[in-house]
């Protein structure tokens, strides 16, 4: 969601339409339209590396426009793409493929990326992403200084699996990301599905830097 002059917009991931994104609109941030009859963003073309599903929208406003971070799914690994606006609408994906990909055999993130969670300051880039090793998921962070072309940080993940009987000693994933008061403020997902009757819960991690996180 992002505020904007005479409301709300929010991009959101729809089920429908081989899991396209959506744009909403809303004067209040409570009561929410569709805007238009199609989705803003599509799966691309058989064969290409988003084919089979695009979700998980992050949004973010810059001095250049708009840019959309979201997860594409081609049948065997998510990554991570890149598209572009001038007015929020109208959406340009990147045509050099996804803007992160999945890590080496044997790295946390070696059987794919998504959910990412992008911020914009001081002239450069972060986000923070989801990483998959096909067992669990764990929260990474990747640099960039044009939105385009990022680094992973070397010392990723950079929020781990809770400890032996945790709520989310599972896995760690989809993170939402803000920066106020001096620090970031992150929220997450527990590894619901492998977890029983545990259920999936939210979690809430703090860190003065982004990287080191309680």
């Keep these: 969601v992002l505020r904007e002059a005479g409301g709300y917009r929010m991009w959101y991931s729809s089920a429908a339409s081989n899991h396209s994104i959506g744009l ?5 941030g409570k009561f929410w339209r569709a805007y ?5 963003l599509t799966i691309g073309p058989n064969g290409d590396w ?9 949004v973010l406003r810059d001095t250049a426009g708009y840019k959309l971070y979201f997860s594409g799914y081609d049948g065997a690994t998510w990554r991570i793409g890149l598209a572009t606006s001038a007015d ?9 493929g996804p803007v992160l990909s999945e890590g080496a055999t044997g790295q946390f993130d070696a059987r794919g990326v998504f959910a990412p969670a992008v911020l914009f300051q001081g002239g450069s880039y972060r986000m923070w992403y989801t990483g998959w090793d096909g067992y669990h998921h764990r929260i990474g962070l990747a640099t ?9 940080y070397p010392g990723n993940p950079v929020l781990d699996l809770g400890p032996s009987g945790a709520w989310d000693n599972r896995g760690v994933s989809s993170p939402t990301v803000v ?5 970031y403020e992150l929220w ?13 819960r939210i979690g809430r991690a703090t860190s003065e830097d982004g990287i080191a996180w309680i």
């Design 36 to 40: 238009g009859d199609a989705p803003a």
């Design 188 to 200: 997450y997902s527990n590894e619901w599905w492998f977890c029983g009757r545990c259920g999936q």
């Design 179 to 183: 920066f106020r008061n001096g620090q």
């Design 88 to 96: 929020g609408i109208t959406w340009q994906k990147q045509l050099t």
């Design 24 to 28: 909403a609109i809303s004067q209040d």
């Design 50 to 58: 988003d084919d089979t599903h695009v979700s998980g929208a992050a």
């Design 144 to 152: 960039s200084a044009d939105g385009v072309t990022w680094s992973k």
